[in-house]
């Protein structure tokens, strides 16, 4: 799987748009675009998934460049309950049921203030 | 529908001991992956098992086992417990069907040893 770079943390005001950024320069053709948070001493939550187009669910937005180099994921109206590690991973979308093995890096501290 | 469920949810051993960790996947998933999270390592794929068979593993000592039941269920065990082996367990479930290839991950296991 391909790696990532995403900063080790940000912050953002509530209320405003948390835009958290990941790099994947070396990301193959049949790779997607994952992202994962996760709440202090909570399991990992999925949040959204891309392969080339935009994507947007009832929990965030998916932006992906062109070049399919880097990614961001956009938090709307992000409250406090947003502050999470946020994590970008890159891996191939098996189908059948075959290898779901999850690389995680160190992911980014998003610290939404009052 | 029940989320993917992991008992104990905290567990003190001592060095040396044995322990058996399960986990209940959502119902109708069929893959089953572990994972250890751990301050300085960060979150680390330990195995997958699909339909009882393990299908992939993570560079962990073969003190690490698992397995997986007719029902999905799926139990870790770590044998001759070391004081490095304190961590957060989780346990992902995925559905295995073509597209849905998003894991749903549990509340974890904590474990000291002491």
């Known amino acids: 799987d391909a790696k990532t770079t995403q900063p080790p943390s940000m912050d953002c005001a509530e209320g405003r748009a948390a835009n958290l950024p990941c790099n994947h320069s070396t990301i193959s053709g049949n790779e997607y675009v994952y992202w994962y948070r996760q709440i202090h001493s909570q399991g990992p939550q999925y949040i959204i998934h891309g392969l080339k187009n935009n994507e947007t669910n009832e929990m965030a937005s998916l932006i992906i460049t062109e070049d399919r180099k880097s990614s961001t994921l956009i938090q709307p109206h992000a409250t406090l309950r947003d502050t999470a590690v946020y994590y970008c991973?890159?891996?191939?979308?098996?189908?059948?049921?075959?290898?779901?093995?999850?690389?995680f890096g160190k992911g980014t501290l998003l610290t939404v203030n009052p | 529908k029940a989320g993917v469920t992991q008992t104990p949810r905290y567990l003190i051993k001592t060095r040396g001991q044995q322990v058996t960790l399960s986990c209940s996947p959502i119902s109708g998933h069929r893959s089953v992956s572990w994972y250890q999270q751990t301050p300085g390592q960060g979150l680390q794929f330990l195995f997958e098992?699909?339909?009882?068979?393990?299908?992939n593993k993570g560079n962990f000592p073969g003190r690490f086992s698992g397995r997986q039941f007719s029902n999905s269920r799926s139990e870790m065990n770590v044998s001759t417990l070391e004081l490095g082996d304190s961590a957060l367990y989780l346990c992902?479930?995925?559905?295995?069907?073509?597209?849905?290839?998003?894991?749903?991950f549990g509340q974890g296991t904590r474990l000291t040893v002491v």
């Open positions: 991973i890159v891996r191939v979308a098996n189908s059948g049921g075959s290898n779901y093995k999850l690389t």
């Open positions: 992902a479930s995925s559905s295995g069907r073509t597209g849905k290839t998003e894991a749903s």
């Open positions: 098992y699909f339909s009882e068979t393990q299908r």
